[in-house]
């Protein structure tokens, strides 16, 4: 009994050590030239964005939405902060609106997936068609949802495939030693 005890305490500690989680930052830029406001289309995008990654296993943080008409200057900024973060990989996703502001359609998305030194993985642009079909609902914030869990599996594919590639790099790396 005590044999099986010991047994089943050391899985239960040594499991965990086995688990890697991929870690990344999400980083939403609002390219909106007629508020100076969070949409909260914008917010709810960023929120299901974090929940899938979460649900899917990924450790997630994020910075906060940045709202910018056509200037990089402050998006550079929160760019250069979620790489001091020691995070794994940094996802800036910009979001452009229509100019109007009664109109809050979107009208183009844009992703990459970044490593912590900035160099570009992975990159997306989400056809208007998706994204005009999650919007064009009854329940726009359960097609925003939707899309979102759509959009993280697209990105959530590339994280895991770099993951792979530098994985093999550092097992190469290994063997030559």
Not at 49 to 73: A, K, R, W, Y
Not at 81 to 94: E, F, L, N
Not at 128 to 156: H, V
């Amino acid at each position: 009994m005590k044999k099986r005890f010991v047994f089943i305490f050391a899985l239960i500690v040594l499991i965990p050590a086995f688990t890697i989680a991929q870690s990344l930052t999400i980083v939403i830029v609002q390219r909106d030239a007629s508020t100076t406001l969070v949409r909260e289309m914008t917010r709810l995008l960023e929120t299901s964005l974090m929940d899938s990654f979460f649900d899917d296993g990924f450790i997630v943080s994020n910075e906060p939405i940045v709202v910018t008409g056509t200037s990089n200057e402050l998006f550079i900024e929160h760019l250069a902060s979620a790489g001091t973060g020691g995070m794994g990989y940094i996802v800036p996703v910009i979001v452009k609106y229509e100019d109007s502001l009664d109109d809050p359609l979107f009208v183009n998305l844009q992703w990459e997936v970044l490593s912590n030194n900035y160099d570009i993985y992975a990159q997306g642009n989400v056809d208007q068609t998706k994204l005009y079909a999650a919007l064009n609902r009854k329940d726009c914030e359960k097609g925003i949802r939707n899309f979102a869990s759509n959009l993280q599996k697209e990105i959530g594919a590339a994280i895991r495939f770099q993951s792979q590639i530098q994985k093999k790099k550092t097992q190469e790396l290994s063997f030559r030693r």
